[in-house]
């Protein structure tokens, strides 16, 4: 049982570039869920999606897209790279909006 | 404004010195107060979910408990493996609003 899997793991991005970042789980979760994670600023929701073409936006989602076409994927989508993006992005899944959340292993972006 | 606050930010034991790790919130309408463990390098790990103020959860060297408005970590006789950076998180509104962590470091 593989839970939730992230890639990349690791990606330098230069300024004004875009990317994807992919987020796939196998326990047929409908909630899905996008965290950035900065020193010393705890975890902060960019969006999250209540099931397959469902979306909306969290605490911070200005500089990013999300799609929800299934409901496995959960992709994350950067344009126009800027340096305020470089962090570590988690995603992860819940049963429901009151159950514990499942993360995946992280990808550490910068943007130099 | 909603606010998960968590204490101390960092925290070093001797292994088998307990204590206790503080999460304080004053998000309205909560609906679940969760515990995880991040280790360096990693997502967070689920721990405990607690759902009302009294409620209490065990598991090993750990024990947390719930208040109306925070919830304590007890960590009992800790070991070197149990240092990491606890995270807690309320759950209102349909979201999760995370607290910054306590980093734990319980040296041999």
């Known amino acids: 049982n593989a839970g939730v899997t992230q890639t990349p793991k690791f990606r330098i991005l230069k300024i004004g570039q875009s990317m994807t970042l992919q987020c796939t789980q196998d326990?047929?979760?409908?909630?899905m869920y996008w965290y950035r994670q900065d020193p010393g600023m705890g975890l902060k929701l960019i969006y999250y999606?209540?099931?397959?073409?469902?979306?909306d936006k969290g605490e911070v989602p200005n500089g990013y897209n999300v799609s929800r076409s299934t409901t496995e994927d959960f992709p994350l989508r950067l344009e126009l790279a800027a340096p305020s993006q470089t962090s570590v992005y988690f995603c992860?899944?819940?049963?429901?909006?009151?159950?514990?959340?499942?993360f995946g292993q992280g990808t550490r972006l910068t943007v130099v | 404004e909603d606010q998960v606050t968590q204490s101390p930010e960092a925290l070093r034991l001797q292994e088998g010195e307990s204590s206790s790790l503080n999460c304080s919130y004053t998000?309205?309408?909560?609906?679940?107060l969760f515990w995880y463990r991040q280790d360096p390098g990693k997502g967070p790990e689920f721990l405990f979910t607690?759902?009302?103020a009294g409620e209490e959860k065990e598991k090993e060297r750990l024990k947390a408990t719930l208040t109306k408005k925070e919830s304590f970590l007890h960590i009992t006789a800790p070991k070197p493996e149990d240092s990491a950076t606890y995270l807690c998180a309320v759950q209102a509104y349909g979201q999760f609003y995370f607290g910054t962590g306590t980093s734990l470091t319980v040296i041999p």
């Open positions: 607690l759902y009302s």
């Open positions: 992860a899944s819940s049963y429901s909006p009151f159950t514990e959340a499942f």
């Open positions: 998000v309205s309408g909560l609906r679940g």
């Open positions: 999606s209540v099931g397959a073409g469902i979306t």
């Open positions: 326990m047929n979760h409908n909630y």
